[in-house]
């Protein structure tokens, strides 16, 4: 089973996001979690643009990149673009996914909240793309296994 690791800066918005919508996704195919090198807490907005879809992550929580294991991690996806991303120690497969920070955004909360969508919505994008590789075991005999 692999095990996937969102990194951003605050674990509150991108990486929070990123987390619960793997978790929707792969379900039980997958290992997942997300982190920061300054955790902060999950934003209500994160909540709102997930619930928006039927995702619930009211119980998940912001921890700390240095408390994650390297050796129980297999593929790590940063999500940060204006700022420094967190580092991951160790060899694993790595991914960048830029992504804006929504929780830093200004303007009303319809306006904040709107930005949180399009960062779910990409994040749901580029998961499908993730899922084709995460899918499990492939037939040795299908084309896509001499890839």
């Given at each position: 089973?692999?095990?996937?690791?969102f990194l951003?800066?605050?674990?509150?918005?991108?990486?929070?996001?990123?987390?619960?919508?793997?978790?929707?996704?792969?379900?039980?195919?997958?290992?997942?979690?997300s982190a920061?090198?300054?955790?902060?807490?999950?934003?209500?907005l994160a909540?709102?643009?997930l619930?928006?879809?039927?995702?619930d992550?009211?119980?998940?929580r912001?921890?700390?990149?240095?408390?994650?294991?390297?050796?129980?991690?297999?593929?790590?996806v940063?999500?940060?673009?204006?700022?420094?991303?967190?580092v991951?120690?160790?060899?694993v497969?790595?991914?960048?996914?830029?992504?804006?920070?929504?929780a830093?955004a200004?303007?009303s909360?319809?306006e904040r909240l709107?930005?949180?969508?399009?960062v779910?919505?990409?994040?749901?994008r580029?998961?499908?793309?993730?899922?084709?590789?995460?899918?499990?075991?492939?037939?040795?005999?299908?084309?896509a296994?001499?890839?």
């Amino acid at each position: 089973m692999t095990s996937l690791l969102f990194l951003c800066v605050a674990n509150a918005a991108r990486s929070q996001m990123a987390e619960g919508l793997t978790r929707a996704r792969f379900g039980d195919r997958a290992r997942v979690a997300s982190a920061g090198s300054s955790p902060t807490a999950v934003s209500p907005l994160a909540v709102a643009a997930l619930d928006e879809i039927g995702i619930d992550i009211r119980g998940q929580r912001s921890t700390s990149v240095d408390d994650v294991d390297p050796a129980s991690v297999d593929v790590v996806v940063t999500l940060c673009a204006e700022e420094v991303c967190p580092v991951f120690p160790g060899r694993v497969r790595r991914l960048h996914w830029p992504m804006p920070d929504p929780a830093g955004a200004a303007g009303s909360d319809a306006e904040r909240l709107e930005r949180f969508r399009s960062v779910r919505d990409e994040i749901g994008r580029r998961l499908g793309d993730l899922d084709a590789e995460v899918a499990g075991p492939r037939d040795l005999e299908s084309p896509a296994a001499l890839r």
